[in-house]
């Protein structure tokens, strides 16, 4: 289990390149007639380099999915014919390029953008909670979790490095115990020689 602010600079990171893969894709699109029966987004110059957008939006969404929903995301509420119907943006981003009319495309950028800006209050959150003693704690206590990420693999493994982990932690803590121990009886030691001389 890695630091939350490092867990919430990468969701960032993810919902930054979508937002701007996505952007980029809007941009370079122009609202058609009625080509295919109703209005659309299409290509407003090179197709090529539009269809090489529109793949890089969606390979940018599938990755800031997961991001949006840790981020507290979730569905905007959009009228779909005659009725209302919850809609997830991200991995619904093409209905405004297939669809501008009923899904307008600012929309999305706007709740990405929204969520982003919690997002930041988090990690400025996070960093500062974990500066200071309960940072230091609060990191020892993730160890075992960090240690298990690290190996990866079977199930088996990570229940290993999980129980070395936890071993370690009570190794650290017994050992920190009698350390202080012996620290302070030989400052009482130092002092009582000094009272006494």
């Given at each position: ?7 919430i600079?990468?969701?960032?990171m ?10 980029e ?33 969606s ?9 949006f929903?840790?981020r507290?995301g979730?569905t ?8 209302m ?10 209905m ?33 909670n ?10 020892f206590?993730r ?7 690290a ?23 017994t ?19 000094l009272?006494?001389?």
């Open positions: 289990m890695t630091k939350p602010s490092v867990q600079q990468a969701d960032i993810r919902l930054n390149d979508f937002r701007n893969a996505y952007v894709l809007i941009n370079a699109s122009k609202r058609d007639g009625e080509s295919l029966g109703y209005p659309s987004l299409v290509p407003k110059g090179n197709a090529d380099e539009w269809q090489r957008l529109r793949q890089k939006t390979m940018a969404a599938g990755a800031a999915q997961p991001a929903a840790r507290g979730g905007i509420l959009m009228p779909m014919g005659s009725r119907q919850s809609i997830d943006p991200i991995p619904n981003w093409h405004a390029v297939t669809s501008p009319e009923e899904f307008d495309p600012q929309l999305i950028a706007s709740t990405v953008e929204h969520v982003l800006g919690g997002a930041a209050v988090e990690l400025e959150k996070a960093r500062s974990e500066r200071g003693l309960l940072g230091l704690i609060a990191a206590l160890w075992p979790d960090d240690l298990r990420d190996v990866g693999g079977s199930r088996k493994r990570q229940r290993s490095a999980k129980a070395l982990g936890v071993a370690g932690q009570v190794f650290v803590a050992l920190s115990t009698v350390l202080a121990a012996a620290i302070i009886g030989a400052a009482g030691q130092l002092l009582s020689r009272w006494v001389g």
